[in-house]
């Protein structure tokens, strides 16, 4: 039975990106009637910052973990957890100062831990999550696309293009609802402005 996570990041419930994850899950359910969705809200349930404690944490050998230990690293287990038992990810994101929404950083700090989601092999970094994909649906106020004038400035689909291929995921697709401060402005119809984008997601989810 086919399992995808969603991620929704954006700190807006009517945010851009997050239209596009839900209609990206209507597809993909439609697509897998007999699926599974674990959805996490990170905007909701941000995760803490890493301390110290969790640091010294990971890096102690599982079987000399104390109990204070194992709790501290259980938020990041249980988030591991998901991407393990999921087959696929779609990941909401919304272009912030040019990179990715601070929740968002949050988990990825949660998840990218040597011997659970990467390991340091002989000719270097192997990701562990193989056989994984997933699809960035991304919202930006400003136009940042390959060719764009300010394509320079994006750094949200290097930056997790490289994560997730960090962590074994390197079927990574990206589509980019570049523009939309025209929507918060008024000057262009939400709907008008989404319907070529979320035919796309549709296109992808199925």
């Not at 010294?56 to 204070?68: H, I, L, S, V």
Request: proline share 6%.
């Amino acid at each position: 039975m086919p399992t995808l996570l969603q991620l929704d990041s954006s700190p807006l419930s009517t945010s851009i990106s997050r239209e596009m994850t839900h209609e990206f899950v209507n597809s993909w359910k439609s697509s897998h009637p007999t699926g599974t969705v674990i959805y996490r809200d990170l905007a909701v349930s941000s995760p803490a910052p890493l301390n110290e404690a969790w640091i010294y944490a990971a890096y102690t050998d599982p079987a000399a973990r104390t109990p204070e230990q194992i709790a501290t690293l259980a938020l990041s287990e249980e988030l591991i957890g998901e991407l393990e038992r999921a087959d696929e990810y779609v990941i909401g994101v919304a272009m912030h100062n040019f990179s990715i929404p601070g929740t968002l950083k949050l988990w990825i700090d949660q998840i990218a831990r040597r011997g659970r989601t990467f390991a340091y092999r002989k000719n270097g970094p192997e990701g562990l999550l193989k056989g994984k994909k997933a699809t960035v649906l991304a919202a930006s106020g400003g136009a940042y696309g390959t060719g764009s004038p300010a394509a320079a400035m994006n750094f949200v689909d290097p930056y997790l293009k490289t994560v997730l291929g960090f962590i074994g995921v390197t079927d990574v697709k990206f589509i980019t609802a570049g523009g939309a401060s025209r929507v918060m402005s008024g000057s262009v119809d939400r709907a008008e402005f989404l319907k070529p984008t979320l035919a796309e997601v549709r296109a992808v989810a199925a």
